[in-house]
């Protein structure tokens, strides 16, 4: 008879350096688990100028060919039945060259030596028991270690500080010896922060903790629905059927052990929740429950008001509100009906939110899960109808149709005999029927709105409808204002041509300083304005620059103007231009040479073409009508 029988090829060896996962993390546990296994209760670790130094006060090595012995562990049958340990552990500083020191005796395994090459055992100058460790390798900071040592049980310092030592669990758990572990559950907001960071540094995150003597194994486990839960897994040191995947020890085997693991914690998750005395389990859960023994009471309601959500993010739908005092035994639920179609959802919602009713209307979503506890029967809407009017203004905007019609109403009939009709100013318009009575819907969303829309919705809302926020296309801000500006453009079109214009002109105007009572807008370009305080302000247009011709004609108009002017007036009438004078002196040239009212600045300019006089010219001209009229 020919027969085969398993070997380890020698080639083996020559791949030792890749039997773990090449971190840091990685070889610390490797070293403290060997350290624990040996009996330690304290270790040692030091940082000096790249090089790295473990002692510990374990049981040390006899026999130094363990070492190297790829496979071999010289373990104890009871750590072999309960931590099933592989006996490639120190492989994971290969290949680094190391310096071991145990019981007076020493090896340096030198690069080859991990791969095969025989190592030389010497004589150490050091007759203390337990092992000491040197090697090269990247800072073993305090930081790095301490999550890694903090449920090994052992007292672990890092240049001179101590590691905190923490127990797994505290408090009560439930004792599994079949499986060899303790096993407690805890919200997900419950984990202290060491378990906590535990799960931050795990790559994919989890909610199983198994704590397999000081390496924390993470994985995701969740047998039941509506509670984020946490299950902590304390290995007892029992022997056991738990076994964690070879080499790397990172992750648990899928062996009938875990099947048991994860039958026990659902259990547990059972137990917890009796013990809460309150729960939202989906209904087979609650089944589920009852067939283990774990006698529960029926789940809490799990509802939202009204159909409709963002998932999250923008824009928002308009909002149903629940009154105060209201029972959900008294809302509705949309029929699950294969002749219903996708507006149908969302025109029960905007029923609710926008129409006026003598008893309240208020839909709610409850989850199909949920369908079999005594809460969730509630009457159900069926049959939706949506009346428009007369349309008035159809457009495409975002990635739907907005059509504006002068009335709008929506109708849904309730199982229990109830119809809701309410005037609404929003409706999704439902697919035309076909011959055979189906509605088929396309995709692409037709939208109803009265004008009162543009007073009663924002922006957002009717966004919403209208295909909303695209996540392939541009940023939020931009899509946001792209549609904003559609929209303005339809209602502007739906008040008029003249909208447009009328709308621009208020822009201009919105920021004067002072308001305005009144503007006045003449053919040569003058604007007249009576601001808010009464006081009248007139803009001219700027003068066209004057050619060499004109400027000469120009020059010789000033000129002219600044001939003398006989003017006969009374002692009254010249009291009063000396009065004006003096106030205009006063209230405008005090500060500055320059007239801030317009309007006066006109008067004294003539309009732009002389020079203003200043207030020591006023003072010359007070003087002359003074003198001249003595």
């Known amino acids: 008879m020919t027969t085969i029988k398993a070997t380890v090829n020698p080639r083996l060896l020559r791949k030792a350096s890749r039997l773990f996962t090449g971190t840091l993390a990685g070889r610390i546990i490797e070293i403290l688990q060997n350290a624990r296994r040996a009996g330690a209760t304290r270790v040692t670790i030091t940082n000096c100028d790249g090089e790295i130094t473990v002692r510990d006060d374990g049981r040390g090595i006899e026999d130094f060919q363990k070492l190297l012995d790829l496979g071999g562990s010289g373990w104890d049958p009871q750590l072999e039945a309960s931590e099933d340990p592989a ?7 290969s290949p680094r060259p190391l310096l071991v020191e145990s019981h007076g005796q020493c090896v340096i395994i030198s690069a080859e030596g991990w791969t095969g090459k025989p190592m030389e055992i010497g004589k150490s100058a050091s007759a203390k028991t337990g092992t000491e460790l040197s090697f090269t390798d990247e800072p073993w900071t305090l930081d790095t270690v301490k999550p890694l040592a903090a449920f090994t049980g052992l007292d672990v310092t890092v240049d001179g500080q101590k590691c905190p030592k923490e127990q797994f669990i505290t408090g009560q758990s ?3 010896p079949e499986l060899g572990c303790r096993i407690k559950v805890v919200r997900d907001n419950g984990l202290a922060m060491w378990r906590r960071s535990v799960v931050q540094s795990h790559e994919f995150g989890g909610n199983v903790l198994v704590n397999f003597h000081g390496q924390v194994i993470v994985f995701s486990y969740r047998p039941v629905g509506g509670h984020d839960l946490t299950y902590l897994v304390d290995m007892t040191g029992e022997t056991t059927g738990i076994r964690l995947m070879l080499p790397a020890r990172t992750c648990l085997v899928e062996n009938p052990a875990l099947a048991q693991l994860q039958a026990a914690l659902e259990l547990e998750a059972f137990k917890y929740l009796q013990g809460q005395k309150h729960h939202r389990l989906p209904y087979k859960q609650y089944l589920r429950a009852k067939e283990l023994g774990i006698a529960l009471p029926e789940a809490e309601p799990v509802y939202r008001v009204g159909l409709l959500w963002a998932n999250g993010g923008y824009p928002e739908p308009v909002e149903v509100a629940m009154p105060k005092g209201h029972a959900l035994s008294q809302c509705y639920r949309l029929a699950d ?6 507006s149908d959802e969302a025109n029960v919602h905007l029923l609710a939110a926008l129409g006026q009713f003598d008893q309240p209307f208020v839909p709610v ?3 199909s899960e949920y369908d079999g506890y005594a809460w969730a029967k509630l009457p159900t809407v069926g049959r939706v109808e949506v009346t428009a009017g007369k349309k008035l203004q159809e457009t495409w905007i975002n990635s739907g149709t907005l059509i504006c019609v002068d009335a709008l109403a929506i109708t849904a009939h309730g199982s229990d005999g109830k119809v809701f009709r309410a005037a609404v100013c929003m409706a999704v318009k439902p697919p035309e029927p076909t011959k055979d009575g189906q509605r088929i819907w396309f995709g692409e969303s037709e939208v109803y709105v009265t004008p009162q829309a543009q007073q009663e919705l ?7 409808h209208l295909g909303g926020y695209n996540d392939e296309g541009d940023t939020y801000e931009t899509q946001e204002y792209d549609f904003d500006k559609e929209l303005d453009a339809f209602w502007l079109a739906l008040a008029g041509p003249e909208e447009p214009l009328r709308c621009q002109l208020l822009d201009c105007l919105r920021d004067l300083a002072k308001g305005w009572q009144s503007v006045t807008i003449q053919p040569d370009g003058r604007v007249t304005i009576i601001q808010g305080d009464g006081i009248t302000k007139t ?4 003068k066209p620059a004057a050619t060499p011709a004109t400027s000469a004609a120009a020059g010789q108009t000033i000129a ?3 001939e003398p002017t006989l003017l006969r007036v009374d002692a009254r009438e010249l009291a009063t231009i000396l009065a004006a004078l003096r106030y205009h002196q006063a209230e405008n040239l005090q500060d500055t040479a320059a007239i801030a009212d317009q309007a006066i600045s006109d008067i004294a300019s003539d309009g732009g073409t002389l020079k203003p006089l200043h207030s020591a010219e006023i003072d010359q001209l007070c003087q002359r009508l003074n003198l001249n009229n003595t």
């Open 87 to 93: 006996g490639v552990g120190l492989f994971c500083l």
């Open 174 to 176: 439930s004792h599994h």
């Open 337 to 342: 009906s294969q002749e219903g179609d996708e």
């Open 365 to 367: 979503d409850i989850g």
């Open 458 to 464: 924002s922006n957002g809302e009717i966004w919403f």
């Open 539 to 542: 803009l001219l247009p700027p």
């Open 560 to 562: 002219a103007r600044h």
